[in-house]
């Protein structure tokens, strides 16, 4: 399964893969990198109630994972926090195991695809 999703959203810079003319862009690494500059350029995560925790290619992957396997198993109709839910009949051992959560939330939350930083105020 892994394999298909490198084949479809590359993890690492293409310019880094070693494949000649690759013409796959990156995904994991941009959004990871793309993230994190507007999580910096915004100030948020960085006061005394709450520090961002930078967010790698492999956090996304998981995220992807989590949703993935949730259609899997028959999806969960816009409740996936039941998932992590140990008393809950559709409970996911393996959901539960690739992070927490509040983990889960935060990247849904912060997660970019492009940096607006410099965007102009309307």
């Known amino acids: 399964m892994f394999f298909l999703?490198?084949?479809l959203s590359p993890i690492c810079d293409q310019s880094k893969s070693g494949i000649e003319g690759d013409p796959r862009l990156p995904y994991y690494?941009?959004?990871s990198r793309f993230t994190n500059s507007s999580k910096l350029h915004s100030g948020?995560?960085?006061t005394c109630s709450h520090t961002w925790a930078k967010a790698h290619s492999g956090d996304f992957v998981h995220?992807?994972?989590v949703l993935l396997h949730d259609g899997i198993l028959g999806g969960?109709?816009?409740a996936l926090h039941r998932r992590w839910d140990v008393k809950n009949?559709?409970?996911s051992k393996i959901i539960a195991s690739s992070f927490s959560l509040t983990r889960f939330l935060e990247l849904k939350k912060e997660?970019?695809?492009c940096f607006n930083g410099e965007a102009p105020k309307l």
């Open 29 to 31: 690494s941009e959004v």
């Open 63 to 65: 995220f992807d994972g």
């Open 44 to 46: 948020s995560g960085v």
């Open 89 to 91: 009949p559709t409970y």
């Open 76 to 78: 969960t109709r816009g």
């Open 111 to 113: 997660q970019k695809l």
């Open 5 to 7: 999703v490198e084949l």
